[in-house]
């Protein structure tokens, strides 16, 4: 049986930060400055998340919900707020199998438009096989309503043929890189601040 993956209630969700992290390093030459990059390929999302101050019953679920995750242990689906599209009816999906990189040939998008633009977000996959991405370059599509995406962090497996995309509700997949401590301030009102990075 696959495992069940929890998603962070949002309506809890007062700020957050979120910064895309790659694995390279700058060395430079302390005789003349000149710096060598070295890039080992990885990419990944990391976020500091504040929940919004709950109290009474709602703020004990919520801190059952984060303890239950046994710190880096656990995993769980974030929907980010901010980059949700609400009543997109898009259908889009990945047009062949064996794709690589930071570009995704696609189809099922309006022939000749703009269907999405450079900033905007997308996921792949469900459970813990997701995977949020986001666009570097407009979709700009023919007229079959295929569009070639440019995006980042770039794939770390191919997607298989028909995988959907979700537009309307992009997620990703997190981990906590850290057990989240329970404040509990004056009328039993509880204050909690995530830092996760995304899952591999």
Not at 59 to 66: E, I, P, W
């Amino acid at each position: 049986m696959p495992d069940v993956i929890p998603e962070l209630p949002l309506t809890l969700v007062q700020t957050l930060e979120r910064r895309l992290v790659t694995a390279t390093a700058v060395a430079a030459s302390p005789f003349t400055g000149t710096e060598e990059v070295q890039d080992w390929g990885g990419e990944w999302w990391d976020y500091a998340i504040e929940m919004a101050r709950t109290t009474g019953r709602d703020g004990r679920r919520l801190s059952a919900f984060l303890t239950a995750l046994g710190g880096p242990r656990g995993r769980f689906l974030f929907r980010d707020p901010t980059i949700r599209q609400a009543g997109s009816t898009l259908a889009p999906q990945v047009a062949g199998g064996f794709q690589s990189g930071n570009q995704l040939i696609t189809a099922g998008w309006p022939p000749f438009s703009t269907p999405l633009f450079a900033g905007d977000f997308f996921s792949l996959g469900s459970g813990a096989q997701t995977r949020l991405h986001q666009l570097t370059a407009d979709v700009i599509t023919d007229e079959a309503g295929q569009a070639t995406l440019a995006f980042v962090p770039r794939l770390r497996s191919a997607p298989e043929d028909g995988t959907s995309l979700e537009i309307a509700a992009p997620a990703v997949l997190l981990r906590l890189t850290a057990p989240v401590p329970t404040r509990i301030g004056r009328a039993e009102s509880f204050l909690f601040t995530l830092a996760a990075r995304e899952a591999s």
